[in-house]
Nanobody, 117 residues
Framework: QVHLVESGGGLVQPGGSLRLSCAASGSIFSINAMGWYRQAPGKQRELVASITGRGFTYTANYAESVKGRFTMSGDNAKTTVFLQMNSLKPEDTAVYYC????????WGQGTQVTVSS
């Protein structure tokens, strides 16, 4: 069974940056088809970024709301995926989670991102 632990959130001013990490442990894990989700208060959880591929070649996909500002990457050797978030906006405020694109792994605790002046 895979366990996911997200970290790196915090309070940041609009226009700022954060880098989130998601460490996986407990079973065989591949960064292929992993994704970052977020859930804002009163809203449904949404997938904002995902990566697919194998070996050293991966392709990232992004929701329109974060395209050009967020970059997802991963390290199979370290069983970790990352989300670099730049030019943050107040509407990016949410709890961020990682999971595979099927959302079939037990959810971690997430990491809170708050964008506010």
């Amino acid at each position: 069974q895979v366990h996911l632990v997200e970290s790196g959130g915090g309070l940041v001013q609009p226009g700022g940056s954060l880098r989130l990490s998601c460490a996986a442990s407990g079973s065989i894990f591949s960064i292929n088809a992993m994704g970052w989700y977020r859930q804002a208060p009163g809203k449904q959880r949404e997938l904002v970024a995902s990566i697919t591929g194998r070996g050293f070649t991966y392709t990232a996909n992004y929701a329109e709301s974060v395209k050009g500002r967020f970059t997802m990457s991963g390290d199979n050797a370290k069983t970790t995926v990352f989300l670099q978030m730049n030019s943050l906006k107040p509407e990016d405020t949410a709890v961020y989670y990682c999971n595979n694109v099927q959302a079939s792994i037990s959810w971690g605790q997430g990491t809170q991102v708050t964008v506010s002046s």
